[in-house]
């Protein structure tokens, strides 16, 4: 079983960056695929972005191309989600996620407790 923890968020404003971290442990973090999601107050969770398990192939959620960039470093078994030009619609608590398989879509099997990221407009 994976254990996850988030860390990284915070408050910044309008424009400014944040880089979110994801460690792992207790599982096989380089053999999983993994995810950010994020849910912001009174809204479903949404996906973020994904990446395979050797970080061959990813995938960004519309609302987010070009501006956030995901990440893993399998040697550390962490996962990154850098974002740039933040917006306020961004604020959200963000999610990591893992799961086995080839797809990078579906249901993630492992969840973090979440980091809040506020942006101030």
């Known amino acids: 079983q994976v254990q996850l923890v988030e860390s990284g968020g915070g408050l910044v404003q309008a424009g400014g960056s944040l880089r979110l971290s994801c460690a792992a442990s207790?599982?096989?973090?380089?053999?999983?695929?993994m995810g950010w999601f994020r849910q912001a107050p009174g809204k479903e969770r949404e996906f973020v972005a994904a990446i395979s398990w050797r970080g061959g192939r990813t995938y960004y959620a519309d609302s987010v191309k070009g501006r956030i960039t995901i990440s893993r470093d399998n040697a550390k078994n962490t996962m990154y989600l850098q974002m740039n030009s933040l917006k306020p619609e961004d604020t959200a608590v963000y999610y990591c996620a893992a799961k086995g398989g080839y797809s990078l879509f579906g249901e993630y099997d492992y969840w973090g407790q979440g980091t809040q990221v506020t942006v101030s407009s």
């Open positions: 207790g599982g096989t973090f380089s053999s999983s695929n």
